[in-house]
């Protein structure tokens, strides 16, 4: 079995972190977590993580084709992970301190920023599979 953070072939998955103190570490490039990642990320149990993936996708917010996919990381081993999109649309969901202060950190790097950028929001018609 691989280390946290690992695929099959030993690469490393960019998955944010919270150490003891608050302290949040985002990655750059591609983010995909896992259940248990980012249940121990907020400090809730993976019960509130599914729970709230599933309000998440009954409303419409996030669709499973975009949000999800499956990382093999040990043969016969897969972990159902999720999109930076999720782990955010998840901390405006749950109440706990540790999702606040991850919610609190995303407005301040969006509020923090001195270049211009744009933001591209998808409007979708349908299912975007």
């Given at each position: ?51 709230q993936v599933k309000e998440i996708y009954k409303s419409g917010l996030l669709h499973p084709c975009?949000?999800?996919r499956n990382i093999k990381i040990a043969e016969g081993h897969w972990l159902d992970a999720y ?47």
């Amino acid at each position: 079995m691989t280390m946290k953070g690992e695929d099959i072939n030993g690469n490393a998955r960019r998955i944010i972190t919270m150490d003891e103190h608050g302290n949040i570490t985002v990655p750059k490039g591609e983010i995909w977590m896992g259940e248990y990642e980012i249940a121990d990320l907020f400090g809730v149990f993976g019960h509130t993580i599914r729970t709230q993936v599933k309000e998440i996708y009954k409303s419409g917010l996030l669709h499973p084709c975009t949000a999800e996919r499956n990382i093999k990381i040990a043969e016969g081993h897969w972990l159902d992970a999720y999109s930076l999109e999720m782990v955010i649309a998840l901390a405006f969901r749950i109440r706990s301190q540790r999702a606040k202060r991850l919610r609190k950190h995303v407005v301040a790097m969006l509020t923090e920023r001195h270049e211009r950028f744009v933001m591209l929001l998808p409007a979708r018609a349908g299912s975007p599979c």
